[in-house]
T-cell receptor, first 112, second 114 residues
Framework: GEDVEQSLFLSVREGDSSVINCTYT??????LYWYKQEPGAGLQLLTY?????DMKQDQRLTVLLNKKDKHLSLRIADTQTGDSAIYFC????????????FGTGTRLTVIP | DTEVTQTPKHLVMGMTNKKSLKCEQH?????MYWYKQKAKKPPELMFV???????INESVPSRFSPECPNSSLLNLHLHALQPEDSALYLC?????????????FGSGTRLTVV
């Protein structure tokens, strides 16, 4: 099965940039995703990147993919208190059904 | 309507009770999913329905019984649960199973088994 690791915690000051990292063992996912989960809520798809891309930018979000090192990162520019949440990277299981498997999650705390 | 709606939001049940979780979407999605999320852990896939047929059961105990009455509804019937089944149960949908553009998740049902 796929192992997807993330650091558990990240604290940043409001207005700074946040970088959340993810490493994975299986490089066969066609797409890789970042989801956000606020306390007591479901998961919200933030962005995704196709596996043949190195970078994708979407407003304050920048996704970097290093396939050689099996490393995915999410940069949030000008981090706001509303960005405080748990962030999960995810890949798609290539065993036919293509279902999502999630990383361990990173809890981002934004300090005012 | 771009939402997945789950009811109830909270549920407390005894180990001998029978209850059901409900999930509804009106986006025309043909794949629906149940995930279980324990505290401080990522979601884990339980069941996948594709075109109203069960396509994946991730070795879930029989005390959890899914049902897909139509393309908009997904239920999870619960019977004789254990305290370790307490978790956040998330429903999700996508245009088709394995949609590369991601899934839409509901806000979940927080289940406590006493």
């Amino acid at each position: 099965g796929e192992d997807v690791e993330q650091s558990l915690f990240l604290s940043v000051r409001e207005g700074d940039s946040s970088v959340i990292n993810c490493t994975y063992t299986d490089s066969s996912s066609t797409y890789l995703y970042w989801y956000k989960q606020e306390p007591g809520a479901g998961l919200q798809l933030l962005t995704y990147i196709f596996s043949n891309m190195d970078m994708k930018q979407d407003q304050r979000l920048t996704v970097l993919l290093n396939k050689k090192d099996k490393h995915l990162s999410l940069r949030i520019a000008d981090t706001q208190t509303g960005d405080s949440a748990i962030y999960f990277c995810a890949g798609a299981d290539q065993t036919g059904a293509n279902n999502l498997f999630f990383g361990t999650g990173t809890r981002l705390t934004v300090i005012p | 309507d771009t939402e997945v709606t789950q009811t109830p939001k909270h549920l407390v049940m005894g180990m001998t009770n029978k209850k059901s979780l409900k999930c509804e979407q009106h986006m025309g999605h043909r794949a629906m999913y149940w995930y279980k999320q324990k505290a401080k852990k990522p979601p884990e896939l339980m069941f996948v329905y594709s075109y109203e047929k069960l396509s994946i059961n991730e070795s879930v105990p029989s005390r959890f019984s899914p049902e897909c009455p139509n393309s908009s509804l997904l239920n999870l019937h619960l019977h004789a649960l254990q305290p370790e089944d307490s978790a956040l149960y998330l429903c999700a949908s996508s245009q088709a199973a394995g949609d590369p553009f991601g899934y839409t998740f509901g806000s979940g049902t927080r289940l406590t088994v006493v």
